[in-house]
């Protein structure tokens, strides 16, 4: 068996061949399985992920809200996006029948002044076509207009053959105080996140096609719909790893081989909906165009969807599903200075009379906060509001 492998890798080469991509992946998931990127280094523990006594890990106070009550007739609620826009504060989800992603599914959004008395509810999208349904993809301010990110598809959920999927932008028009369809941002597209800046100016957003395969989009400035799109990961790359759209953010000397680098480069992190209950991590160090193999890390995670961002006081935090070992039923907020690696960790002590789960954390900051919104049992929208300040004192970078 191994002799006949050897002979025909032999004449392979010998004919010009390069190894054939099934083979090449299956490899090089056997490197990254046995060496993790080592995301993860916290007190104690060290990078031993399996070694986390979650039930020992501090506990970040806040304050709580409910941003949409849960519903008996629209039961689903998921996909929860904040921002903080012309003084006051918006929140857009996905709301609909109880089971996820069927038609007629829509967009709700709400507003508040202070994030945690919210106005009641509203329609963002109206009802979709019969057979077809809308999927929140987050709230994007280009050159002054705010814009709500929607994916339109077509049955039940996405991905799949003839899903018709696009992503559609919504303006709103402050005069009318309503939303209005601005039109298609991308075809056969569905991001995770609002697009962010580049260093270059450029704007970049991660996106799936309908059959799962991760690209970035690259563009934005001539026009909303102006983007070009660079192949992150397909769906059947490696074996085993089935990659969400990933986060990403800008460091300064990233590097996959542990190098350091005063260039600006960017980080990803992916979850997996393979069943490896880790994160994967993949650079780029041309402004998002090419990307290295994504590796597993020592990042454990819940298949579920993770969310970072860099805060005024210069440390990155990641709030994600960290516990696998009881699913999406805590929250947890973790620390990095250097955009690398996470060295803290805490759970964020979010109030819950009943074991539930809380999921699809969405975060920014504003006036020395953290607000957390969140769908909890996907059938409530609420939010969580953090101090900086006591961030800083659960979890001291030195």
């Given at each position: 068996m191994i002799f006949s492998w050897r002979i025909c890798l032999i004449v392979f080469t010998l004919l010009g061949g390069t190894w054939p991509t099934r083979?090449?992946?299956?490899?090089?998931?056997?490197?990254?399985?046995?060496?993790?990127?080592?995301?993860?280094?916290?007190?104690?523990?060290?990078?031993?992920?399996?070694?986390?006594?979650?039930?020992?890990?501090?506990?970040?106070?806040?304050?709580?809200?409910?941003?949409?009550?849960?519903?008996?007739?629209?039961?689903?609620?998921?996909?929860?996006?904040?921002?903080?826009?012309?003084?006051?504060?918006?929140?857009?989800?996905?709301?609909?029948?109880?089971?996820?992603?069927?038609?007629?599914?829509?967009?709700?959004?709400?507003?508040?002044?202070?994030?945690?008395?919210?106005?009641?509810?509203?329609?963002?999208?109206?009802?979709?076509?019969?057979?077809?349904?809308?999927?929140?993809?987050?709230?994007?301010?280009?050159?002054?207009?705010?814009?709500?990110?929607?994916?339109?598809?077509?049955?039940?959920?996405?991905?799949?053959?003839?899903?018709?999927?696009?992503?559609?932008?919504?303006?709103?028009?402050?005069?009318?105080?309503?939303?209005?369809?601005?039109g298609t941002v991308a075809d056969n597209a569905i991001n995770n996140f609002p697009p962010q800046r580049l260093s270059s100016g450029d704007w970049m957003t991660t996106k799936r096609d309908s059959r799962f395969n991760v690209s970035m989009l690259i563009g934005g400035v001539k026009s909303y719909d102006d983007w070009q799109a660079y192949p992150v990961v397909e769906r059947s790359r490696i074996?085993?790893?089935?990659?969400?759209?990933?986060?990403?953010?800008?460091?300064?000397?990233?590097?996959?081989?542990?190098?350091?680098?005063?260039?600006?480069?960017?980080?990803?992190?992916?979850?997996?909906?393979?069943?490896?209950?880790?994160?994967?991590?993949?650079?780029?160090?041309?402004?998002?165009?090419?990307?290295?193999?994504?590796?597993?890390s020592n990042f454990p995670n819940s298949t579920s969807k993770i969310f970072s961002l860099q805060t005024t006081t210069g440390q990155r935090v990641l709030v994600s599903n960290a516990n696998p070992k009881v699913g999406r039923r805590e929250l947890h907020l973790s620390v990095s200075t250097d955009g690398l690696t996470f060295r803290h960790m805490a759970r964020l002590g979010i109030p819950s009379p009943k074991p539930g789960t809380l999921q699809y954390p969405h975060v920014i900051e504003h006036d020395g906060h953290l607000l957390i919104a969140f769908s909890r049992n996907k059938n409530q929208s609420e939010l969580f509001k953090v101090s900086l300040a006591d961030i800083g004192a659960l979890l001291p970078m030195k």
């Open positions: 083979l090449a992946s299956a490899q090089a998931v056997a490197e990254i399985k046995a060496t993790p990127a080592k995301v993860l280094d916290l007190p104690g523990t060290g990078t031993d992920e399996t070694a986390i006594d979650y039930a020992q890990l501090p506990v970040l106070p806040g304050k709580h809200a409910v941003i949409c009550p849960g519903e008996t007739t629209l039961k689903f609620q998921l996909h929860n996006y904040l921002l903080h826009h012309e003084g006051k504060f918006w929140c857009m989800w996905s709301q609909g029948p109880p089971v996820e992603d069927e038609p007629s599914q829509f967009i709700r959004y709400a507003t508040s002044e202070d994030g945690l008395k919210w106005s009641e509810p509203k329609s963002l999208s109206g009802s979709p076509p019969e057979g077809y349904g809308y999927i929140a993809r987050g709230l994007w301010v280009r050159e002054g207009e705010l814009l709500a990110l929607v994916a339109f598809f077509k049955g039940k959920g996405a991905f799949g053959v003839n899903k018709e999927l696009k992503l559609q932008a919504h303006v709103w028009d402050g005069k009318a105080a309503a939303w209005k369809l601005k074996k085993g790893f089935s990659p969400d759209e990933p986060i990403w953010w800008e460091v300064a000397g990233a590097s996959n081989s542990g190098a350091n680098s005063p260039e600006k480069k960017l980080v990803a992190l992916f979850r997996d909906n393979g069943g490896s209950s880790r994160l994967f991590q993949a650079f780029s160090t041309d402004n998002g165009r090419s990307w290295s193999l994504p590796a597993i």
